[in-house]
Structures are given as structure tokens and as C-alpha cells.
């Protein structure tokens, strides 16, 4: 499997679950207030860990995948956009990895 593969993939996994944890925890905020008193802190610092450090992180590593294996620009901005889709990003990863290694993904 190529380095760059490997550095978005787990990109893509740390960034799509800061982006299900705000998910989970801002609907929580709907449904208890008084929970949501007592998480605000762990939101604020999950939340600015995934909107100033890994989504810029995940944004030059699916641009270095799109350039490494010559891709289509509407798959840039489909990784793009899995920033800011609660779980998309689980999924497009799934697909590019079909897309990239079709007979499965090499050992090592």
C-alpha cells in the first residue's frame, strides 16, 4: 500500500470520528442541557481539534492523494466535503480504496 494512501486513510479515520463525536454530543446538547454543562469542555476542545487542526491536516492529505494517483477534481471535492458530513468520510474512504487497490489492498 502506498504512504500516502496510508496517511489519508487515517486521516480520514481521525477526522471522521472528531466529526461523529461533535455530531453525537451537540445532538446530546439537544436533548439534555444539563449534560451538556458538564461535556461543554471536551466539545470546545474536540471541536476546535477537528476545525483548526485535523480538517486542515485531512484537506492537504486528500489533495496529496488526488495529485499522487492522478484523480478527478470531483473526487477532491467529495473528500472535501466528507469534512462536514457526520460519517461520509468513513465511506469515502471505503470507496477510494475499492477504487485505487480493486483486488484488495497489498501486504504491505
Known sequence: MDATFRRYRAVSFVTGTTLLILFVTLFLH??????????????????????????PIYMIMCFNLVTKF???????????FAGFVPGLAFYLEHRMRVKLYPQGLPAK
Open 30 to 55: 439537544t436533548v439534555d442541557l444539563t449534560f451538556w454543562k458538564q461535556i461543554r469542555l471536551f466539545v470546545d476542545v474536540v471541536g476546535i481539534g477537528h476545525g483548526v487542526v485535523l480538517y
Open 70 to 80: 492522478r484523480l478527478h477534481v470531483a473526487y477532491l471535492a467529495l473528500m472535501l
